[in-house]
């Protein structure tokens, strides 16, 4: 039987433990559903555009981001992202690397860089960590994961 909502009842904002800001469909569902077999709550929007729009109404604890987006630079997304959404540890994730200065991904809330294709099992467990605690700094985190270049 259909639930009908009583248009007088406020909505709720949507919550998620885990945003996930991927253009390329495929690698976006695959982190979706690894990361939702876990357990976890999990957003995905397919544009930097987007998540502008919805990441406070989300309140993510994580923020998983592809530098690369068509439409805004994943370094803008991830500055507006961290206004945003101040409290949540973001993950950057990129085919193509480039420099970004450790002053700019600390102020960015950034704990790692993953290079494509992820490596869904070192993902899994840095999300897991950073669900337990999002406030943990690069520097804070059991293995020097600074920047995860390496491939799968």
């Known amino acids: 039987m259909k639930s009908i909502r009583n248009e007088a009842e406020p909505t709720r904002p949507q919550t998620s433990e885990i945003l996930v800001i991927e253009d390329d469909v495929l ?17 995905t929007l397919r544009s930097g555009s987007d998540s502008l729009h919805q990441v406070a109404s989300i309140d ?19 500055g507006r992202v961290h206004r945003l959404a101040p409290n949540a540890a973001v993950v950057l994730m990129s085919g193509r690397i480039d420099f970004v200065p450790d002053d700019i ?40 994961i600074i920047r995860l270049f390496l491939p799968g």
């Open 105 to 144: 991904l600390d102020n960015y809330g950034v704990v790692a860089f993953f290079k494509k294709p992820i490596n869904l099992s070192r993902l899994r467990r840095l999300v897991f960590k950073l669900v337990q605690n999002p406030r943990l700094a690069r520097n804070q985190l059991d293995s020097p």
């Open 60 to 78: 993510p604890k994580v923020c998983i981001i592809d530098y690369n987006l068509p439409d805004i630079d994943g370094m803008t997304v991830t």
């Open 27 to 43: 690698q976006a569902h695959e982190i979706e559903v690894h990361l939702g077999r876990l357990g976890l709550s999990v957003t």
